[in-house]
């Protein structure tokens, strides 16, 4: 028996000599590894983990490696070996709480950003006034459904299609086509100001829907008007 073991269990290593190991230990140890002495007596090489609790109550975590002690060709006993990893598995532990209730922390706030931009898009669609929104590329990442109708165009055909595309197909008041450099849109990106009331006509195959589209920049780094 090591020094080390001896001072664990509090004694000398010549009071634990001679001694049963279901003696020494505490019978919810000794069921813990009883079935990996057994085993071990009977030639294998068994390593496994063990949790003891000191008279003070706290939990003391191991890792035994127990191997036979052959002589003369026959298993005479165990050698074992234990290693203290209490310091690991109560870090080990700590951050497995610290995992889970960051994940409960982000479940809670995902939930409840679904169910913002559920209230917001809801918002979006009521609204009777058509409103697109672009990336600072220029490119159309979300509209409301007035705009669809408005544009004649259903929300998948009008998101990933750039605000300066000359497929809008747009007209002036006088009826001649609007170049792309003159759309609300364009001219407020590019000024990074606010376009108010410029009007637009919108050619369609059953005609002309007449608009008044007003464009700002969006002031924020995902989003451009």
């Known amino acids: 028996v090591s020094p080390s073991y001896a001072a664990y269990e509090s004694t000398t290593p010549q009071a634990l000599e001679g001694r049963l190991v279901q003696e020494v230990v505490s019978p919810a140890v000794y069921a813990q590894i009883a079935p990996h002495l057994e085993a071990t007596l009977a030639g294998a090489h068994r390593h496994f983990k063990v949790i003891g609790t000191q008279p003070d109550g706290l939990e003391r975590f191991f890792e035994a490696d127990h191997r036979p002690f052959v002589e003369d060709g026959e298993v005479r006993g165990v050698i074992a070996c234990l290693h203290d990893v209490t310091e690991a598995e109560q870090l080990r532990r700590s951050l497995e709480r610290h995992r889970a209730a960051l994940e409960d922390q982000v479940g809670a706030r995902t939930e409840e950003l679904r169910a913002s931009e559920s209230k917001l898009r809801t918002m979006l669609d009521l609204l009777p006034v058509g ?45 001649s086509p609007m170049p792309p450099e003159e759309y609300a849109s364009v001219r407020a990106m590019r000024g990074q100001c606010m376009v108010r009331d410029v009007e637009a006509g919108v050619v369609r195959p059953e005609g002309i829907t007449w608009i008044s589209v007003s464009a700002m920049p969006a002031g924020h780094p995902d989003y451009g008007v």
């Not at 697109?132 to 109708?149: K, L, M, Q």
């Open 131 to 175: 409103i697109s929104i672009t990336a600072p590329a220029g490119v159309i990442v979300d509209c409301n459904r007035a705009a669809e109708t408005l544009l004649g165009l259903p929300r998948a055909e009008h998101l990933g299609r750039r605000y300066d595309d000359p497929a809008w197909s747009l007209i002036r008041p006088d009826g």
